[in-house]
């Protein structure tokens, strides 16, 4: 069984949580990775481009001349897409482009991200943050302490108040839940962090 050590607020190791080798040593799926971030970032386009089709351009319908006689391609309309300001053929419109994606894939790309964190040793487990008043100075000790000096996501089982409001406001840190987070946010993160009971309960997913 491979071996995380599992350090508190102040940074000294306190322990340390086993982790199946079979799972921490595996290659990790890039294929299940890729096909379930792209549906997480699908999910995030927007879609509000717009072209205007030839019904929807400013402009008279009238015929500009005869049909025939005048030496002149035919027009029905100078709202053709065939003329300077007419209309798009087949332009953009507003549509969503998410798609959908099995939950038990969703489920192994979130490991699959935990994983590559393992392996690439980007991972901190600690047992317990108190943060006693919601002050950002608290929260950069502990980050410092540690040190998650990188773009870090912080995994807790439960947020508490305190650490919601204290670390608002700090750059490159996101704190989520357990239950929150996606290999897309895992992934988008330089670090790790999470809380000894986040942490078991994740790899709880593995058997399931």
């Given at each position: 069984m491979a071996k995380i050590a599992i350090y508190n607020s102040k940074g000294k190791e306190v322990g340390s949580v086993s982790v199946d080798?079979?799972?921490?040593?595996?290659?990790?799926?890039?294929?299940?990775?890729y096909y379930v971030i792209n549906h997480y970032r699908a999910a995030?386009?927007?879609?509000?481009?717009?072209a205007k089709n030839r019904s929807e351009v400013a402009g008279s319908g009238r015929k500009l001349w005869r049909q025939k006689g005048t030496g002149r391609a035919r027009i029905g309309s100078i709202r053709s897409p065939?003329?300077?300001g007419g209309g798009i053929i087949f332009g953009p419109v507003v549509r969503s482009y998410a798609h959908s994606v099995p939950q038990k894939?969703?489920?192994?790309?979130?490991?699959?991200a935990i994983k590559s964190k393992i392996q690439d040793k980007d991972i901190v487990i600690f047992d317990k943050i108190e943060i006693e008043k919601p002050k950002t100075k608290e929260m950069l000790d502990v980050i410092k302490s540690l040190k998650l000096n990188k773009k870090c996501l912080m995994v807790q089982e439960k947020i508490d108040g305190n650490m919601k409001l204290a670390s608002r406001n700090i750059a490159r840190f996101s704190l989520m839940n357990r239950k929150d987070i996606n290999a897309l946010d895992v992934m988008t993160h330089d670090k790790l962090a999470v809380s000894e009971e986040a942490f078991?309960?994740?790899?709880?997913?593995?058997?399931t």
């Amino acid at each position: 069984m491979a071996k995380i050590a599992i350090y508190n607020s102040k940074g000294k190791e306190v322990g340390s949580v086993s982790v199946d080798d079979a799972f921490a040593a595996e290659k990790v799926n890039k294929g299940v990775l890729y096909y379930v971030i792209n549906h997480y970032r699908a999910a995030l386009h927007r879609g509000t481009h717009k072209a205007k089709n030839r019904s929807e351009v400013a402009g008279s319908g009238r015929k500009l001349w005869r049909q025939k006689g005048t030496g002149r391609a035919r027009i029905g309309s100078i709202r053709s897409p065939l003329w300077r300001g007419g209309g798009i053929i087949f332009g953009p419109v507003v549509r969503s482009y998410a798609h959908s994606v099995p939950q038990k894939a969703r489920r192994v790309a979130l490991l699959e991200a935990i994983k590559s964190k393992i392996q690439d040793k980007d991972i901190v487990i600690f047992d317990k943050i108190e943060i006693e008043k919601p002050k950002t100075k608290e929260m950069l000790d502990v980050i410092k302490s540690l040190k998650l000096n990188k773009k870090c996501l912080m995994v807790q089982e439960k947020i508490d108040g305190n650490m919601k409001l204290a670390s608002r406001n700090i750059a490159r840190f996101s704190l989520m839940n357990r239950k929150d987070i996606n290999a897309l946010d895992v992934m988008t993160h330089d670090k790790l962090a999470v809380s000894e009971e986040a942490f078991s309960n994740l790899m709880k997913a593995k058997n399931t």
